[in-house]
């Protein structure tokens, strides 16, 4: 099984500011890695796919990059709706199953 | 206009069961593989199963394997779980979504289930 490893676990960054979210694989998992926003009592959205792509309705400020084993998402211009819970997904390796990081929760500092 | 929404989540004790249900409409439901992840409170997100466009085959994160099976109606447009022998850990939020290259868009608003004696 894929380890995904979120880094770090919280983020206090202020608004305007750019946040910087990392997350590792335990293997090489090419570009086959989502990130999903999570909103306090919300489901989670899809934000990124591919590493890189942008999913509909998410603004230029949020960007992806990595490849292999390790990622980062960046968000600049930080807005107070940015803030949330950030998760990144492995799906390279499947079956047995996708897995997911343990997230990390972008606070307001 | 985009929906997914699940219902069937509720209070049950270790050793029953339940049914979940999600009803999608525009989506293109039959055309797309369908997961059930799920995410106990407070903690992240857990894959659990997945069914492709046809229903002839299924997947399942090793934990629930021969207690959970996941089905489908694609004229119904509905996914369903059928969750047998709970227990205590099963305890979570049940979304259910749309797989597209391997990621999950859009998701369900999420049915809580408990598991509690």
């Known amino acids: 099984e894929i380890v995904m490893t979120q880094s770090p676990a919280t983020l206090s960054v202020s608004p305007g500011e750019r946040a910087t979210l990392s997350c590792r694989a335990s293997?090489?998992?090419?570009?086959?890695l989502a990130w999903y926003q999570q909103k306090a009592g919300q489901a989670p959205r899809l934000l990124i796919y591919?590493?890189?792509t942008r999913a509909t309705g998410f603004p230029a400020r949020f960007s992806g990059s990595g490849s292999g084993t390790e990622f980062t998402l960046t968000i600049s211009n930080l807005q107070s709706e940015d803030f949330a819970v950030y998760y990144c997904q492995q799906y390279k390796i499947w079956p047995p199953g996708y897995t997911f990081g343990q997230g990390t929760r972008l606070e307001i500092k | 206009e985009v929906q997914v929404v699940g219902s069937g989540g509720g209070l049950v004790q270790p050793g029953g069961s339940l049914r979940l249900s999600c009803a999608a409409a525009g989506i293109s439901f039959s055309s797309y593989w369908m997961s059930w992840i799920r995410q106990a409170p407070g903690k992240g997100l857990e894959w659990v199963a997945n069914?492709?466009?046809?229903?002839?085959?299924?997947y399942y994160v090793d934990s629930v394997k021969g207690r959970f099976t996941i089905s489908r109606d694609n004229a119904k447009n509905s996914l369903y779980l059928q969750m047998n022998s709970l227990r205590v850990e099963d305890t979570a939020v049940y979304y259910c979504a749309r797989e597209g290259r391997g990621s999950f868009d859009p998701w369900g608003q999420g049915t809580l289930v408990i598991v509690s004696s």
């Open positions: 293997q090489n998992i090419n570009t086959n």
């Open positions: 069914i492709n466009q046809a229903g002839s085959e299924k």
């Open positions: 591919g590493a890189s």
